[in-house]
């Protein structure tokens, strides 16, 4: 699969096609969402435009991922303006999600939590016949650009907050072109990262919960296959392994199909203006908090699925800070 890092040295930027154990600067190129308009102004698919430009320097892979290089491993793509960049996510998505968030909101009723609910009707739904709409899936907004961390960036526990624990999932990233369409570029190894405490208290915080800063990356894949795709998330404390678990993602994990998720993402008009780049967070079926992980100051996460390059590494950074009251002035 063609896969692509954007890096960074100093004021100097670049584009890379990954070719092991190298990376293979692309000439001329400085960012994937250029790449992308310029390819879809020339009418050229996306892998034709990185194979005529990556004629470039080779780097070793090995010193940049390690940060040995000068090249520093940026986010695989960003808006030059980071307010252009929606990301977001859909929830409930996996045949095994609804376990881990079911048991998050037990009660002692047997009543069905909204959870439940809400899974079972993706189950019934969340794959319509072509041409038909589906049951919208849940949906969450993360923030903009400013939310998103390269690999090996800290993923920050803000002072008022619970919690925060990894949510290993796999991102799909799109531009809009100038018409206005959505064009999925390809996906990214993510790591979603929320306030699972501050969720359990009452799933009405669940807005609340996921704004925290996430990971995307190291490679951008470029329209990967995506009915089933393997991976592992692990937690690393003082550089010994604490907890890992199997996962998978993909369309035969999943009761909603990635085209019910598109559609119901875009159906709105202010998710269709163009140029803007949507990295959309598409759900987890495996999280250490349900296994009773507490995570820690220093702590690594680490998210890997087969097929989408090396793995993401992201150490959790907690602020220490007093809490403190946010007031606002007056004109």
Same mark, same amino acid.
């Given at each position: 699969?063609?896969?692509?890092?954007?890096? @960074?040295?100093?004021? *100097?930027?670049?584009?890379?096609?990954? *070719?092991?154990?190298?990376?293979?600067?692309?000439?001329?190129?400085?960012?994937?969402?250029?790449?992308?308009?310029?390819?879809?102004?020339?009418?050229?698919?996306?892998?034709?435009?990185?194979?005529?430009?990556?004629?470039?320097?080779?780097?070793?892979?090995?010193?940049?991922?390690?940060?040995?290089? *000068?090249?520093?491993?940026?986010?695989?793509?960003?808006?030059?303006?980071?307010?252009?960049?929606?990301?977001?996510?859909?929830?409930?998505?996996?045949?095994?999600?609804?376990?881990?968030?079911?048991?998050?909101?037990?009660?002692? +009723?047997?009543?069905?939590?909204?959870?439940?609910?809400?899974?079972?009707?993706?189950?019934?739904?969340? @794959?319509?016949?072509?041409?038909?709409?589906?049951?919208?899936?849940?949906?969450?907004?993360?923030?903009?650009?400013?939310?998103?961390?390269?690999?090996?960036?800290?993923?920050?526990?803000?002072?008022?907050?619970?919690?925060?624990?990894?949510?290993? +999932?796999?991102?799909?990233?799109?531009?809009?072109?100038?018409?206005?369409?959505?064009?999925?570029?390809?996906?990214?190894?993510?790591?979603?990262?929320?306030?699972?405490?501050? +969720?359990?208290?009452?799933?009405?915080?669940?807005?609340?919960?996921?704004?925290?800063?996430?990971?995307?990356?190291?490679?951008?894949?470029?329209?990967?296959?995506?009915?089933?795709?393997?991976?592992?998330?692990?937690?690393?404390?003082?550089?010994?392994?604490?907890?890992?678990?199997?996962?998978?993602?993909?369309?035969? +994990?999943?009761?909603?199909?990635?085209?019910?998720?598109?559609?119901?993402?875009?159906?709105?008009?202010?998710?269709?203006?163009?140029?803007?780049?949507?990295?959309?967070?598409?759900?987890?079926?495996?999280?250490?908090?349900?296994?009773?992980?507490?995570?820690?100051?220093?702590?690594?996460?680490?998210?890997?699925?087969?097929?989408?390059?090396?793995?993401?590494?992201?150490?959790?950074?907690?602020?220490?800070? *007093?809490?403190?009251?946010?007031?606002?002035?007056?004109?």
């Amino acid at each position: 699969m063609l896969r692509l890092v954007q890096l @960074r040295r100093g004021t *100097a930027r670049a584009v890379a096609l990954v *070719a092991e154990p190298d990376l293979r600067l692309l000439d001329g190129v400085e960012s994937v969402w250029a790449l992308v308009l310029s390819a879809l102004d020339d009418g050229a698919p996306l892998r034709r435009a990185v194979v005529a430009h990556a004629a470039g320097h080779r780097l070793a892979y090995d010193d940049v991922y390690a940060g040995r290089s *000068a090249w520093r491993l940026e986010v695989p793509i960003e808006h030059p303006d980071p307010a252009r960049c929606l990301v977001s996510g859909t929830g409930l998505t996996h045949l095994g999600s609804a376990r881990d968030r079911q048991a998050m909101h037990e009660k002692a +009723e047997a009543e069905l939590t909204d959870s439940m609910r809400m899974f079972r009707a993706g189950l019934q739904g969340g @794959r319509p016949a072509p041409g038909a709409v589906g049951t919208p899936p849940e949906w969450f907004y993360k923030g903009d650009g400013r939310v998103l961390r390269a690999h090996a960036e800290p993923l920050d526990v803000p002072w008022f907050a619970e919690d925060g624990g990894e949510e290993a +999932e796999l991102a799909a990233i799109y531009v809009i072109d100038r018409q206005g369409r959505p064009r999925r570029v390809g996906m990214a190894a993510g790591n979603e990262f929320s306030d699972h405490i501050v +969720e359990r208290t009452n799933y009405l915080y669940l807005a609340a919960s996921k704004l925290r800063t996430c990971a995307i990356g190291p490679e951008l894949v470029v329209d990967p296959p995506f009915e089933l795709v393997n991976g592992r998330v692990a937690i690393e404390r003082g550089g010994q392994a604490l907890w890992s678990r199997a996962i998978a993602t993909g369309e035969r +994990e999943m009761c909603h199909g990635l085209a019910n998720i598109e559609h119901h993402h875009f159906k709105y008009d202010a998710h269709r203006r163009p140029g803007d780049v949507h990295v959309h967070f598409l759900g987890a079926n495996g999280l250490s908090f349900s296994d009773g992980v507490r995570l820690e100051d220093g702590d690594e996460m680490v998210v890997a699925f087969d097929g989408f390059g090396r793995p993401l590494r992201n150490p959790v950074r907690m602020d220490r800070r *007093a809490p403190e009251i946010v007031s606002a002035a007056e004109v």
